[in-house]
């Protein structure tokens, strides 16, 4: 693989995450793999937003989910201190189990699920707090505002909680990386923590979006600097 961009230490790579050099090992995973929720597809059971297209080079059904990206995910969470991973609700049971879990909880709601509107994101962690013994926080984080920017990615975090994220996972001089790193907002964030990151992404038109981000100052959808 070659760098799609490397800058102030942080790199993207564009390409299938399985193609990852074997035997590297890292120090943080931070990532939001696609859920298996056929986002942005007609018949995903829930209505369709305007703003949530699908993924181009596959269908994100459960089948992918468990036949490509948890198996991966696996080999990287094997090859790295600790992991924290977003998983979404309705295939959690899919992935390994983890040492721990918690979530970003949307007091008002984010969207609707079988049993009424989905108020908690499960967040999995594995491995060991890196602050534990130094300073106790919350396994999850509250936020009232759960809209993301629209940068052309189906399902772009927000970046107050990726920050969060990301200085909940690591310490400082840690690198992080993302193996679906999609429009780039876990190493935005790494960037503004001051940590080093590697991301790596299949779909080059969200390498491009990622790199430009990376370029630029980052307003969230209020206008107001993170």
């Known amino acids: 693989m070659k760098p799609y961009y490397s800058h102030a230490g942080i790199t993207i ?22 859920f298996g929720v056929l986002l942005g597809e007609v018949d995903n059971g829930q209505r369709r937003k305007t703003d949530r297209q699908p993924y181009s080079m596959f269908s994100d059904t459960a089948h992918y989910l468990s036949s490509v990206v948890i198996p991966t995910l696996q080999i990287f969470i094997a090859r790295a201190r600790r992991s924290l991973v977003f998983c979404g609700c309705r295939n959690i049971w899919k992935y390994p189990e983890p040492d721990d879990i918690g979530a970003i909880i949307v007091p008002a709601g984010s969207s609707i699920g079988k049993w009424g509107f989905i108020c908690a994101h ?23 505002k ?29 690198c992080i990386i993302d193996p679906f790193c999609g429009s780039g907002t876990t190493l935005i964030a790494a960037k503004d923590l001051g940590r080093r990151a590697i991301g790596i992404e299949i779909e080059e038109r969200y390498c491009e979006i990622a790199a430009k981000r990376l370029s630029q100052e980052v307003f969230d959808f209020t206008g107001i600097r993170e």
């Open 13 to 34: 790579y564009h390409g299938d995450c399985r193609d990852f050099p074997p035997g590297d090992y890292f120090d943080v995973v931070v990532t939001d793999p696609p």
């Open 122 to 144: 499960p967040i999995l962690y594995y491995g060991a707090d890196p602050k534990r013994g130094k300073d106790i926080s919350p396994s999850s984080y509250i936020t009232r």
């Open 146 to 174: 759960p809209l993301a920017e629209a940068n052309g990615h189906p399902c772009p975090k927000p970046l107050s909680v990726m920050k969060w994220a990301v200085n909940k996972a690591s310490i400082e001089d840690e």
